[in-house]
């Protein structure tokens, strides 16, 4: 199965500054099948980036998605009060999908 | 607009069952891939089951395989997980979700059920 690692654990960054999330595959994940998603707290996940890179519908376009085999990116470019949130990659390959353990968004 | 709305948690003791429910608006279950996802309290996300669209194949996580089982209620536009031989390890707020497109991704996400297992 693949495993998805992300770093760092905890980002801890002020409002306006530039986020880079890492997610890193044990296997190369095809870039059609690596997602992206925000959760905020007592809240459901929201789908932000599909297809490694293609947002979704009604996200802003401060989030964008890069990389590929098995490294991927989620950049936030200029941080708003909303976004402070926990962030999971997500990829799908063999009739699995996993996700990775998270990172958290935090205000410095 | 499309619209999930799970439910049936409950408190269970070890071993025993339970079915959860996801109640469907906006579109017809069977022309979308339809999942279950779990997220244990304080902890991360975690796929459990998808049940295809049109063909309606069913596929499990390894940690649920064999315990737990997919399915849809065309009558009601509903999915259905139904649980057994649950253990503390299954306490969990479960989604359900549904991918609608190539991307295999979950696009929509209902509010969640809270499943606790304890005696």
């Not at chain 2, 649920?64 to 509903?78: A, L, P």
Request: include cysteine; glycine fraction near 10%; charge should be neutral.
């Amino acid at each position: 199965d693949i495993v998805l690692t992300q770093s760092p654990g905890t980002l801890s960054l002020s409002p306006g500054e530039r986020a880079t999330l890492s997610c890193r595959a044990s296997q190369s994940v095809s870039t059609t099948y690596l997602a992206w998603y925000q959760q905020k707290p007592g809240q459901a996940p929201r789908l932000l980036i599909s297809g490694a890179s293609s947002r979704a519908t009604g996200i802003p376009d401060r989030f964008s998605g890069s990389g590929s085999g098995t490294d991927f990116t989620l950049t936030i470019s200029r941080l708003e009060p909303e976004d402070f949130a926990v962030y999971y990659c997500q990829q799908y390959g063999s009739s699995l999908w996993t996700f990775g353990q998270g990172t958290k968004v935090e205000i410095k | 607009e499309v619209q999930l709305v799970e439910s049936g948690g409950d408190l269970v003791q070890p071993g025993g069952s339970l079915r959860v429910s996801c109640a469907v608006s906006g579109f017809t279950i069977s022309s979308y891939a339809m999942s279950w996802v779990r997220q244990a309290p304080g902890k991360g996300l975690e796929w459990v089951s998808l049940i295809s669209g049109s063909v309606g194949s069913t596929h499990y996580a390894d940690s649920v395989r064999g315990r737990f089982t997919i399915s849809r209620d065309y009558s009601k536009n509903t999915l259905l997980l139904q649980m057994t031989s649950l253990t503390a390890a299954d306490t969990a707020v479960y989604y359900c979700a549904m991918t609608a497109s190539h991307y295999m991704s979950f696009d929509y996400w209902g509010l969640g059920t809270l499943v606790t297992v304890s005696s």
